[in-house]
């Protein structure tokens, strides 16, 4: 339960043997490839960079081909859905069962088909597009019944067809009312504009020409040869017949649907491989040989070299040391329990620790698990967290990260069900429960008990703060930093409980004296660093003054008596509501049954939320704030994360 001991490791191999290295280092999984273009020590040597594998643009290609043709089958594959799908989750391989069946799989054949099918289909709707624009361009012109090819032959005429604004309607009808020797027509009309259709005869076509260039006429360009009825008869004629071709198109691509499947594996195996031909950019290189070098774990030291040597055979050199603790270069992978594995994501949302530090993992998981508890604490609502956790866990086939997530909340769902006896809640009270507290009248006890929790969890963040100190060879400032500390709230917790409580005089005296004397150690020592007296003496009384800060830091863990009693008087509401609303009748008990799941269900996912939230703040702000540093980097596997497999 720590962080994982690395090796670093060099190796020398030849140029022509890297792409089965890299194979067979995939497998293996757990390499660190260190990026040696940055290490100046061996590009002053003259080594230089690894020239990128051509490999890996077609592989970049295949991806986006295959990423395309699935989204384009997507749109076509009829999933499984309910309870039955959700069961069977995704397909898991290994590594050389991926790789085999990636080999079985045309995906360069059927995603040019795809593509082929998609683009006709699109060409089919852009035809479409550009009919329907037609239609609407002849549509307002229905009335003319004339063909169109007809009319511009009628001689010693000039024909005007186009739209005027619908504003102008009475002005541009009275105007051409006035001019002889003209014919019109309001041939349609919408919200805007007009339409015209109006023929001039001889001297009077430049007047005609005018009188609608004053009323901002807009010639219509109509297409077609008959009448414009005619016309779009023709084309939607011609849209039904290319829609006719789009749904063959969709046809033939719902037969093409069930490879989805294999183009999804298809890319999985591709990501893998791009990463494996992208990681030669960490290698340097002489004429022929490769340099590598990276980390692995010291207790997968002889299954490396084992994969090493079924790829190169005995031609390579390889070197393997332990690192040094203190490499803040040293990746970091932790391995914790069954129990404590299932808190790591809230280690890594804060920072992964320093090599040469220790894993909060499991110290900060019991504390969380209690304060969580203390929060949420309801007997009903844990049991459903406990019952719908293990029926997931168990019937579903789950992503690791899923797994691991609903393991977490499987293992607070005790916590929640023990403080929900303790408090005697069982769905707010809906059946009575007997209970150590009653948390309507138990408040003050209970604000006791989680500043008490703040205290334990405060010293021992403190402790541990001792330890790594003492581990790292400096007892004297465990002593400075903590010893003192311990010394100055202890005696002063003591000292002040003296005063609201009877103790012997004894105890009073002795709590002050080692109030007094921690106090003093802070302030001779907490500016010790600093090179003047005055200095140190300002640096001492400077860190005396944190003091507050830890007050403030105790009246914090206050919340985790207030949102237990939130929650619980929350519950309580939705229970009186829905009695209240029984009492009216059989339609008011239906009525009542749905305020209470509503209210409960609702109550259920803000607590579980605030509890989460709350308790991750006391973790981060009060626990590893007395500590914790972080700041390691992520140990990154050799294999890409799977989009659509699971890959173990």
């Not at 012109?141 to 005429?157: A, C, F, M, V, Y």
């Not at 691509?253 to 591709?270: R, T």
Request: charged share 25%; net charge negative.
């Amino acid at each position: 339960m720590a962080i994982v001991k690395m090796s670093q490791f060099s190796l020398f191999a030849f140029d022509d043997h890297k792409e089965e290295l890299l194979k067979h280092l995939q497998r293996f999984e757990y390499v660190h490839f260190s990026n040696l273009e940055e290490d100046k020590d061996l590009t002053s040597l003259g080594l230089k960079g690894v020239r990128t594998p051509e490999g890996l643009t077609e592989v970049e290609e295949q991806l986006t081909r295959i990423n395309s043709c699935i989204e384009t089958l997507s749109k076509y594959f009829v999933k499984e859905t309910g309870l039955k799908a959700m069961k069977k989750g995704q397909d898991t391989y290994t590594f050389a069962e991926l790789e085999e069946k990636s080999h079985q799989i045309d995906s360069n054949r059927l995603c040019i088909q795809v593509r082929d099918l998609w683009k006709e289909r699109e060409g089919h709707k852009q035809a479409i597009d550009k009919l329907m624009v037609q239609i609407g361009e002849l549509k307002p012109w229905k009335g003319i019944s004339s063909p169109l090819k007809d009319l511009d032959t009628i001689r010693e005429t000039e024909l005007f067809i186009g739209t005027v604004p619908r504003k102008l309607k009475e002005k541009v009808i009275t105007d051409l009312s006035e001019v002889e020797g003209i014919y019109y027509e309001v041939v349609d009309e919408d919200k805007e504009s007009l339409y015209l259709l109006v023929m001039s005869y001889g001297q009077e076509a430049e007047k005609t020409k005018e009188l609608l260039r004053n009323s901002s006429f807009t010639k219509a360009i109509l297409h077609g040869e008959g009448a414009p009825s005619e016309e779009i008869t023709i084309l939607e004629a011609k849209i039904a017949l290319l829609q006719e071709q789009i749904l063959e198109i969709d046809e033939k691509l719902k037969e093409l649907a069930p490879s989805l499947e294999e183009l999804k594996l298809m890319y999985d195996y591709l990501s893998n491989k791009k990463l494996r031909l992208a990681s030669t950019e960490n290698f340097v290189m002489t004429e022929k040989v490769n340099v590598i070098k990276g980390f692995i774990p010291s207790d997968k030291a002889s299954d490396f070299e084992e994969r090493i040597k079924e790829a190169l055979g005995s031609v390579y050199y390889l070197e393997l040391e332990e690192v040094d603790k203190d490499d803040p270069n040293v990746p970091i992978l932790l391995k914790n329990s069954d129990f404590a594995s299932t808190f790591e994501s809230l280690t890594s949302m804060y920072a992964l620790p320093q090599y040469n530090e220790v894993d909060p993992t499991p110290l900060l998981a019991p504390f969380y698990l209690i304060f969580f508890g203390m929060m949420a604490a309801d007997v009903g609502y844990g049991l459903i967290m406990l019952i719908a956790s293990m029926f997931v866990l168990k019937n579903f086939n789950l992503k690791d990260n899923t797994r691991m997530f609903l393991k977490f909340f499987y293992y607070l769902s005790f916590s929640v069900i023990i403080w929900g006896f303790i408090y005697g809640s069982l769905f707010g009270g809906i059946i009575p429960l007997p209970g150590i507290f009653d948390p309507a009248e138990d408040y003050n006890t209970l604000l006791i008990l989680s500043i008490a929790f703040g205290l334990i969890h405060i010293y021992f963040a403190l402790g541990i703060k001792a330890y790594k100190l003492i581990k790292s060879g400096k007892p004297r400032d465990a002593l400075y930093d903590v010893g003192f500390w311990y010394m100055a709230l202890t005696g002063s917790i003591v000292y002040l409980l003296n005063i609201v409580m009877t103790m012997p005089p004894i105890l009073k005296t002795i709590s002050l004296v080692v109030m007094v004397l921690g106090m003093l150690g802070i302030v001779a020592t907490g500016g010790r660093e600093a090179k003047s007296v005055a200095g140190r003496v300002g640096g001492g009384v400077y860190a005396l003054y944190g003091i507050s800060g830890y007050v403030g830091d105790f009246v914090s863990y206050s919340r985790l008596m207030a949102l237990g009693l939130a929650g619980g008087f929350i519950a309580g509401a939705v229970n009186m509501m829905a009695g209240m609303v029984a009492q009216s009748g059989p339609i008011g008990f239906v009525f009542a049954i749905i305020i209470f799941i509503f209210g409960q269900t609702f109550n259920l996912g803000l607590s579980l939320l605030g509890a989460y939230v709350h308790t991750i703040r006391l973790t981060f702000v009060e626990f590893f704030g007395k500590f914790y540093e972080g700041g390691g980097k992520s140990f990154n596997t050799f294999k890409s994360k799977p989009k659509y497999i699971n890959l173990k």
